[in-house]
């Protein structure tokens, strides 16, 4: 599927679609609770669907209605066949965790594009704990019952949800669960929001301040209703089309959030974009952009959306803490030197380090390389410069399905496969 963009003149107001992250941390939440909860504002897409067919193979039932999922956990049964966790990197490491409470033995395995992404430090830190898995060629193979608890080690810079798959667990052990980290942990605010949502269903984590250190005792998750806020990951596409190409009001977000991508709002305002903030949207106004310096380490998914802004603004602009965009559903660092580029666009790309020189751009044929992230970033180009195809455009379908249509609905000149 190919989408193909003409230079457009936004303007208009959305409702940010429902957080993917958040979505998922519920489901599993509300999976471990015995009895029913409610998932209120739930995102429907590729990635949450996955984690609702997992959880449904080990005897998790989701009920789906309009505006919420009644979920109705606790009672896990051994999978009858391969749990296929698709492209999802959050449920198939969370469930990772989750199948060594599981009777019997589960085989989770993925599509392709997250099956070389890492998951080996958790498994090792897993095993620490008492859990019997290991990594074979084409699965995860892991035995329930196996959890005593105690203390484990894990890096913290490679993966945070590594993290958060074990604190899902934890509860459940006799002897409790401490883990230390043995590098800083980035992507900090995912840690915070798995255990803001563990507190709603009635988990207490203790934390050391550098959250380097986390301690939880054996505890029972207690269903609830759970609200998913607002996705400030796909907000920031939207703000960003509007910075580049109009003004878009995006509501349905929370000021106060815990997410990390909440960050675009500092990164646009100390480009010059013109926002205005209100109590629970953000509007953005067309303006001359200028080049900043940003650390992503806490936000990395933010890298494509600030990358094509950096292209549109004057200077040269400079993101480090890159590295981990690496091992994302695609290279993300590659795949936006080679887009940029090929829209006439001085990029220096190091392993940790990007540098970005704006100049006008031109229209050209953008690889997404089947990652959702790169197609919607690119996109924004195109609506500032047109003629801009985007090859793969399906792929937003992982976190952000409406994605093309929202823009439509802005007055996007976009086609899909000439339609």
Request: with cysteine; hydrophobic share 40%.
């Amino acid at each position: 599927m190919k989408a193909s963009i003409s230079k457009s003149e936004i303007k208009g107001k959305v409702i940010a679609p429902s957080s993917k992250s958040y979505t998922i941390r519920g489901l599993v939440c509300a999976a471990l609770a015995r009895g029913g909860s409610e998932i209120i504002s739930p995102l429907g897409s590729d990635d949450t669907e996955a984690c609702q067919d997992v959880l449904s193979e080990v005897g998790i039932r989701v009920l789906q209605g309009k505006d919420s999922w009644r979920v109705i956990g606790g009672d896990f049964h051994q999978p009858k066949t391969d749990l296929f966790c698709r492209e999802s990197a959050a449920t198939l490491r969370f469930m990772t965790a989750i199948c060594s409470l599981i009777p019997g033995q589960s085989h989770l395995t993925s599509a392709p594009s997250l099956s070389r992404r890492p998951v080996k430090p958790l498994i090792q830190a897993l095993r620490q704990l008492g859990v019997n898995c290991q990594q074979e060629e084409k699965s995860i193979v892991v035995s329930g019952g196996s959890l005593r608890g105690g203390t484990t080690e894990l890096p913290g810079n490679i993966s945070s949800q590594f993290v958060s798959a074990i604190l899902f667990i934890s509860p459940f052990a006799e002897e409790g669960v401490k883990i230390r980290l043995t590098t800083p942990l980035e992507s900090r605010p995912y840690v915070l929001m798995t255990i803001e949502c563990l507190k709603q269903f009635g988990i207490r984590v203790k934390s050391s301040k550098d959250l380097r250190e986390f301690e939880t005792s054996k505890q029972a998750y207690k269903p609830t209703k759970y609200r998913v806020e607002g996705d400030w990951s796909s907000a920031s596409y939207l703000l960003a089309l509007g910075a580049l190409s109009g003004e878009v009001e995006v509501a349905n977000l929370n000021l106060e959030s815990l997410q990390g991508d909440k960050a675009i709002i500092d990164f646009l305002k100390e480009m010059g974009a013109s926002i205005t903030v209100k109590p629970n949207s953000v509007i953005v106004k067309r303006s001359k952009l200028k080049a900043l310096t940003a650390n992503l380490v806490d936000c990395i998914d933010l890298l494509p959306t600030m990358a094509v802004l950096a292209a549109a603004a004057e200077g040269t602009s400079e993101f480090t803490g890159v590295e981990r965009a690496r091992l994302k559903e695609s290279d993300r660092a590659s795949a936006i030197k080679e887009g940029l580029e090929g829209m006439g666009i001085k990029v220096v790309e190091e392993r940790n380090r990007m540098a970005i020189t704006g100049s006008p751009a031109r229209g050209s044929l953008i690889d997404s390389r089947g990652d959702h992230r790169i197609a919607m970033a690119f996109s924004l180009l195109g609506a500032a410069v047109g003629g801009t195809i985007v090859n793969n455009a399906e792929c937003v379908s992982k976190t952000y399905p409406e994605f093309w249509d929202t823009v439509k609905s802005l007055g996007g000149e976009v086609k899909i496969d000439g339609k």
